[in-house]
């Protein structure tokens, strides 16, 4: 197969008996391997029978999860769950978990930090290898809170600053604004005090000029009666 030429190991199904009732189906399931699985949770109705099944949605159909003519899902669980379900956990424990606590121990073991001299266990060498590791994670947790707490402190104190700014300035403005309308209230009450002036001394000029008119009209009308009375006198 393609899979052990790359070097890809799987799990291999173990044979059932010849005399087993279940022996000609389970080895038509295994037969089908590299299993091709579609998995949903979506309802469709199904082309055969019209029922609602799970199913896949594509431009050219509907695959069907349950179904061993579309995809290997059944095959599979039929071989996991209910005929070797029991052999993969141990399959599991022993191939898979005891290779992986042995490349732990041994790169423990490896480590600097660990010395056989020391008589300390490698189970106690790996306790107290993952205290020092939540040690070191409390205490960047620490740092970065503390660090994020002074940033919080300096933003506060440049929002206090800028709030204090803001209102020396607007304290600022509102006295200068006080002091220009003190300014054009000064200069309005001069400019009616000229204005009243000003219209006194024009009023005194009409007056004035008035009598002059008058006076003017009254010596015209005196003359005429004068030079009325001398040609009559020559007359």
């Known amino acids: 197969m393609d899979l052990k030429e790359s070097g890809l190991s799987t799990y291999t199904f173990p044979s059932l008996s010849p005399s087993d009732p279940d022996f000609a189906s389970h080895e038509e399931l295994k037969q089908r391997q590299p299993f091709a699985l579609v998995c949903s949770t979506q309802l469709y109705p199904s082309a055969t029978s019209g029922l609602l099944v799970r199913g896949r949605k594509y431009p050219w159909g509907i695959v069907e999860v ?3 003519n579309h995809n290997d899902f059944i095959a599979l669980r039929d071989l996991m ?3 070797h379900l029991l052999d993969l956990i141990e399959e599991t424990t022993k191939n898979k978990y005891e290779a992986f606590r042995k490349d732990k121990l041994v790169a423990m073991v490896s480590a600097p930090g660990f010395s056989i001299k020391s008589n300390i266990s490698p189970l106690c060498w790996l306790e107290l290898e ?3 590791q939540n040690e070191r994670i409390i205490r960047m947790k620490s740092e970065m809170e503390a660090v994020l707490q002074q940033k ?3 933003k506060e104190l440049k929002i206090g600053n800028s709030d204090i700014q803001m209102e020396r300035e607007m304290k600022q403005t509102q006295s200068s604004l006080v002091a ?5 209230d000064e200069r309005r009450s001069i400019f009616e005090k000229e204005k009243a002036i000003w219209e006194e001394s024009q009023q005194a000029l009409e007056e004035q000029r008035r009598r002059q ?3 003017v009209s009254s010596k015209h009308i005196d003359y005429g009666k004068k030079s009325k009375s001398i040609g009559k006198g020559l007359f």
């Open 66 to 68: 349950d179904n061993l």
């Open 81 to 83: 769950i209910r005929c």
């Open 130 to 132: 993952r205290r020092s």
């Open 152 to 154: 919080l402190e300096e």
């Open 180 to 184: 220009h309308r003190r300014e054009l």
């Open 213 to 215: 008119l008058l006076d």
